[in-house]
């Protein structure tokens, strides 16, 4: 098993910048990929970014690409979205998330992770 547990939520105003944290414990040397959601109520929850081990690679979602940034600290098992110019559209709870290697299965698509935090609330004022 792995627990995530996420930190740095909070409010900002819009042009901002916040750090979310994600930090991993358990059994994570089995976590293929890690990533970032977000959800509003009523909506679905929507792939912000990820970071692969395979290759070490990241990916955005275009929503976000340019403003956003993940990296991780491996000695401490923690993942890192760092969010600037942040718009009033990027308020949402936002989630970590972690998988086991998977095949076919993309990484923007949430029903492919195995793991959750808790989430943390990102509010961003006009």
């Known amino acids: 098993q792995v627990q995530l547990v996420e930190s740095g939520g909070g409010l900002v105003q819009a042009g901002g910048s916040l750090r979310l944290s994600c930090a991993a414990s358990?059994?994570?040397?089995?976590?293929?990929?890690m990533g970032w959601f977000r959800q509003n109520p009523g909506k679905e929850r929507e792939f912000v970014g990820c970071?692969?081990?395979?290759?070490?690679?990241?990916y955005y979602a275009d929503s976000v690409k340019g403003r956003f940034t993940i990296s991780r600290d491996s000695t401490k098992n923690t993942v890192y979205l760092q969010m600037t110019s942040l718009k009033p559209e990027d308020t949402a709870v936002y989630y970590c998330?972690?998988?086991?290697?998977?095949?076919?299965?993309?990484?923007?698509?949430?029903?492919?992770?195995?793991?959750w935090g808790q989430g943390t609330q990102v509010t961003v004022s006009s």
């Open positions: 998330a972690a998988r086991r290697p998977v095949y076919g299965a993309t990484y923007y698509d949430p029903n492919s992770y195995n793991y």
């Open positions: 358990g059994r994570t040397i089995s976590i293929s990929t």
């Open positions: 970071f692969s081990r395979s290759g070490d690679s990241t």
